[in-house]
């Protein structure tokens, strides 16, 4: 195994293989997937702060075995920041984890170098001695059914805003996921309670689901799938987490959850890879509030 100690922001930070090849299909190497996570760092740490990290870990590339990890693993550096957190904060059983917190630079390149290619985060944030808070973002995740794909994602997406805007909820981003659909955030006051969240959640895809019945469900049964669009309410579960907005996906290529304007959500919207993503920083800036 080849290493190398490099200084980041101050801090000592250990690099290994960083010619290892994490996605097959493209030859894309560790490397390359530290320099992303360092070139998107001042977008992506705004998404990160205050939040704790589910990562999922590649150690040998998307093709091989992965692993999700919510504790901080032995050897972690004391600066690193991480608190013991309830498993399902104001719905728990009593179970504590020890979360990490990836809020600088540092941090988030530790994590990356432990094939941590993808970063999970709750809607909720933690104060600075770990005192859990009030949501302060609302998802709904769009998942398509067989013979739906991006297209019916990208129709169910501008439904969804104009139903949230009627609710008062008129800061709503799009975001391609990486992977098969996407996700629409919209910015809360933090006035409401997770399973108040949680369960406005529920009632609005349900809502949908049943005005927009040829495009849209809101239960997870394959049956009901195939032409349609899955309204993923659940993620609001303070026991839940979603891909982090800029976060890398561990999918055949090396796509990244993107931010999207509207006007791109439409028949020709696709995912993006991390190289596009950086491209479009310098000409469309941070999308996200």
Same mark, same amino acid.
């Given at each position: 195994m080849t290493e190398q100690w490099v200084q980041v922001k101050g801090r000592r930070v250990r690099l290994s293989n960083l010619d290892k090849v994490l996605w097959p299909a493209t030859g894309t190497t560790k490397g390359e997937m530290l320099h992303y996570y360092t070139q998107v760092a001042p977008v992506l740490l705004r998404q990160l702060a205050d939040r704790p990290v589910t990562r999922v870990r590649y150690p040998d590339g998307v093709a091989a075995d992965r692993f999700f990890e919510k504790n901080v693993p032995a050897g972690t550096p004391r600066w690193v920041r991480h608190h013991w957190l309830p498993a399902s904060p104001g719905d728990d059983d009593g179970t504590m984890l020890d979360l990490p917190v990836l809020d600088c630079l540092p941090a988030l390149i530790w994590a990356a170098n432990l094939g941590a290619i993808e970063l999970h985060t709750p809607q909720w944030r933690v104060g600075p001695r770990g005192g859990v808070r009030a949501p302060d973002r609302l998802v709904v995740d769009l998942d398509p059914g067989p013979g739906a794909g991006l297209v019916g994602c990208a129709? =169910? =997406?501008?439904?969804? =805003?104009?139903?949230? =805007? *009627? *609710?008062?909820l008129t800061e709503v981003v799009p975001v391609t996921s990486g992977g098969k659909g996407m996700q629409l955030y919209a910015t809360l006051d933090g006035s409401r309670a997770a399973t108040a969240v949680h369960a406005y959640a529920r009632d609005l895809a349900r809502e949908l689901a049943s005005a927009h019945p040829d495009l849209l469900v809101a239960t997870q049964k394959k049956t009901s799938r195939p032409g349609k669009v899955l309204l993923d309410w659940s993620q609001n579960h303070p026991a839940k987490t979603t891909i982090t907005p800029y976060a890398m996906r561990g999918r055949e290529h090396p796509t990244v959850a993107a931010p999207r304007t509207w006007d791109e959500v439409g028949p020709d919207l696709d995912q993006l890879t991390w190289e596009q993503v950086l491209a479009r920083l310098g000409h469309v800036g941070d999308l996200m509030p």
């Open positions: 129709k =169910a =997406a501008h439904l969804i =805003a104009e139903r949230l =805007a *009627d *609710d008062g």
